[in-house]
């Protein structure tokens, strides 16, 4: 649009219906003063001066009328123009989103410019541009309009005319550009708007006016990407600052966990997002069966990317892979102190592959869960700390105090029955030594169970052994241990506290109650699940005499109460007079890399 050149005509209009006037009038008056006057007749020269004033009249009405109809025409166009441009400018809003107002955008154009159809593609960042058409549904018979738009070109610098007799169309290729940004003297090719004229003809607007649109129309691609990753950063930000709030809280890790695999899920789109642990007690090089990692519905997950690099390939047995193969997947490692401790997965049904950025983002979630991780491990190592103090603490206590006091007290009443004059007082006085012995005997081995725990490297095999040992020395009983170490390894640590503390339990009642002279730990896989088998050869009871203490005492109710705590089963086998089988059988919930449950802090005890 040439502003200037419609105000230097109008100027030029106005300064011509001045002096034109007045100049022929001078001219003519001149000439018939020097010319006409004297050689021809009063009347003639007045005939003649009529006719030559109505010939100036009629030429100069009609180069004021040309004149005239010019601008009106520049005006028109101008105003058209600017029309067009205002129509535009008011498709393209933020509040809109973007193929909504692409679509407003282009049907404007094509009204304005008289176009069939038109089609804009726009590429920014996606793999496949995206399409939008105007109008969507072009009726019967314009089939051909279509794959005509369609047609795959090489990209044009500028508004490029093609025309296609054979079709009797043309076509109006413009590319959508905007600034480059920070006053870069460059354009960003966003793709570009095509529009179908049949009959061929040109648009009813400029090349360079539609150019103009096109260039209001990328930049409102522009500006709304623009809003589109300012609103994502900030949705990323609250979704950190979410996380490390709840890491200064000291929230639970199972929280913390869900809480980032819920922000991954809605930040990248995804259909479904996964935190995989990874058993940080896993032997080196025992292969994909002692790397197991735990997901959010219980299950699972073998992982076999033993490589612990970023970028391996999809595990092919992940539970995540549903339907294709090719569907959208995208997973980043958890690390501690350069040990892959777990993965953050996610993963959509269809759409676009995760793009470079959104891998980035899924990585610093990584990073935060991996931290929950650790720091979840630090507070349990204190916790586990603080008890084990507080154990030996109080198994120095009843060392000092009441084991010695029993002791002493055992020592004088055997002393005292000795010099008794009468038999019942002998008997009384032995009965009660009996007692202050076998009292003596509950606290030695209550000290002895306070002071063995599962820390260091142990684990449940060498904890059971060290324990088996003061038991059969204490005791006089012959104690074996046979343990699986597959068995053992299946164990998660909170399971291995809980069936130390089952068998402590259970030899202790083998030595008051039992008499037995041997006694056998069997810890072995069952159906694919790990048991623990505690036998003797004792005199056995008669199961339907402790139902009771079942549930009212400590010693059996205990054992239970301690299974269940880790989701497993207490069966009992008693025959009189032929020892007792106890056999705990721990489920799948008690497998290394199953979830945590809320009684991971009674299994601590």
């Known amino acids: 649009m040439d502003e200037r050149k419609a105000i230097r005509d109008l100027d030029r209009l106005k300064w011509v219906g001045i002096l034109a006037p007045i100049g022929f009038i001078w001219t003519f008056q001149l000439l018939r003063g020097y010319v006409l006057d004297g050689r021809i007749s009063s009347a003639n020269a007045d005939a003649l001066s009529a006719a030559v004033m109505a010939l100036a009249v009629l030429g100069f009405g009609i180069a004021m009328g040309a004149l005239l109809d010019r601008t009106q025409r520049e005006l028109i166009r101008q105003n058209r123009e600017l029309s067009a441009m205002t129509s535009v400018g008011q498709a393209v809003r933020p509040d809109l989103p973007l193929e909504a107002m692409i679509r407003e955008a282009l049907a404007r154009v094509v009204e304005a410019t008289g176009a069939v159809a038109g089609i804009a593609r726009v590429r920014w960042g996606e793999p496949d541009p995206m399409l939008v058409r105007c109008p969507a549904d072009l009726g019967p018979g314009l089939d051909w309009v279509t794959g ?7 990209p044009v610098g500028g508004a490029t005319a093609i025309e296609r007799p054979d079709l009797d169309a043309t076509v109006l290729r413009v590319p959508l550009a905007g600034a480059g940004g920070h006053g870069e003297e460059r354009t960003l090719a966003l793709g570009e708007i095509r529009l179908l004229f049949h009959p061929a003809r040109p648009a009813a607007l400029g090349p360079e006016i539609v ?15 623009l809003l589109a990753d300012v609103r994502g950063r900030e949705r990323e930000q609250r979704a950190l ?19 980032i695999s819920g922000h991954a899920r809605e930040l990248l789109e995804a259909d479904r997002a996964v935190v995989c642990l990874v058993d940080p007690t896993a032997i080196p090089g025992a292969g994909a069966a ?3 990692a735990m997901l959010d519905d219980g299950t699972t997950c073998p992982v076999l990317h033993l490589d612990q690099r970023a970028d391996h390939p999809r595990n092919r047995l992940c539970p995540l892979r549903e ?61 586990q700390v603080t008890i084990v103090t507080e154990r030996e603490r109080i198994a120095r206590e009843l060392h000092d105090s009441l084991a010695q006091v029993l002791g002493q007290m055992h020592l004088r009443l055997r002393a005292v029955d000795g010099r008794a004059q009468t038999p019942e007082v002998r008997a009384e006085l032995s009965d009660l030594a009996d007692t202050a012995d076998e009292a003596y005997r509950d606290v030695r081995e209550s000290i002895l169970g306070l002071r063995e725990t599962l820390g260091g490297d142990r684990g449940l095999e060498g904890a059971l052994r060290e324990y088996l040992a003061k038991y059969g020395r204490q005791t006089g009983i012959a104690v074996a241990l046979i343990c699986d170490p597959d068995a053992c390894r299946a164990l998660e640590p909170r399971a291995e506290v809980q069936l130390l503390r089952v068998v402590q339990e259970a030899l202790t009642n083998v030595r008051k109650h039992a008499h037995a002279g041997r006694v056998s730990v069997r810890i072995a896989l069952r159906e694919g699940r790990p048991s623990i088998t505690i036998e003797d050869d004792g005199t056995g009871f008669d199961l339907a005499t402790i139902g009771p203490s079942m549930t009212g005492g400590f010693g059996l109710a205990a054992m239970r109460e301690r299974t269940e705590q880790v989701g497993g089963t207490l069966d009992i086998v008693s025959t009189p007079g032929k020892g007792t089988r106890i056999r705990v059988q721990i489920p799948g919930e008690g497998l290394r890399g199953a979830p945590a449950s809320a009684a991971s802090t009674a299994a601590r005890r």
């Open 148 to 154: 005509l738009l369609d047609e795959t070109l090489a």
């Open 211 to 225: 150019e103009d649109l096109a260039r209001t129309i990328a930049t409102g691609i522009r500006l709304e990407r």
């Open 241 to 259: 600052y979410d996380v490390a709030v709840q890491l200064t809280e000291r929230a639970e890790v199972r929280d913390v966990l869900d809480a």
């Open 290 to 292: 002692g790397r197991r």
């Open 323 to 383: 339907g294709s193969v090719a569907a959208p997947w995208a997973a980043r490692p958890l690390h501690e102190d350069g040990q892959l401790i777990g993965e953050l997965c996610v993963t959509r049904a269809s759409g676009p592959a995760f793009t470079p950025a959104e891998t980035r983002l899924l990585g610093a979630l990584a990073d935060l869960a991996a931290i929950a991780v650790r720091t979840a491990r630090l507070r349990e190592s204190e916790e």
